[in-house]
């Protein structure tokens, strides 16, 4: 396992459609941007402060010029914010920011959803809250690759593996 540090996780290439796993990294590297096909889920959830949370989920659906099956309400609903679309950002507890990031995420029916430390910003139950969430999203067919450091967290996956 890697020490604390910025840019320390590596682009990972293990996704299998419907499989949660997670990356434990021990070396450097840069951290995973957006491609086609995959949604990315940061540890700030991926907001527009001045946008409400239902026209953050909008956006990125547009800007990744995909047709996604679903409409934000429905995104929404499905991470567990339902009528919360009209709140702002910063109304948001942590676990529900990263909740809208996995929204925001998934908004353009990626086929891959990578997080890089998603559950950085939140405390142990609220981290493995944001777990189950991801593994949820990956029951329904979307790969879902989480890198961490925390073994707690990696431990929630379905699969462990380790980069060296």
Do not use: K
């Not at 419907?18 to 590297?29: D, F, I, N, R």
């Not at 507890?93 to 990031?101: F, T």
Request: glycine residues 14%.
């Amino acid at each position: 396992m890697a020490g604390p540090g910025p840019g320390s996780v590596p682009l990972v290439r293990f996704a299998v459609p419907g499989e949660c796993v997670a990356v434990l990294p021990a070396g450097g590297g840069d951290v995973p941007i957006g491609a086609p096909g995959a949604g990315v889920l940061l540890r700030r959830g991926n907001l527009f402060d001045h946008l409400t949370v239902g026209r953050n989920v909008v956006l990125a659906g547009r800007l990744a010029g995909r047709r996604s099956l679903r409409s934000a309400d429905d995104l929404l609903e499905l991470v567990g914010l339902a009528g919360r679309g009209d709140d702002y950002p910063d109304t948001l507890s942590a676990l529900e920011g990263a909740r809208a990031g996995v929204a925001v995420a998934l908004a353009g029916a990626p086929d891959v959803l990578l997080a890089d430390e998603p559950a950085g910003e939140l405390d142990g139950l609220a981290a493995l809250e944001l777990m189950d969430l991801l593994c949820a999203v990956a029951a329904r067919g979307t790969a879902v690759v989480v890198a961490t450091r925390d073994p707690e967290i990696a431990a929630a996956a379905q699969r462990i593996v380790r980069v060296a």
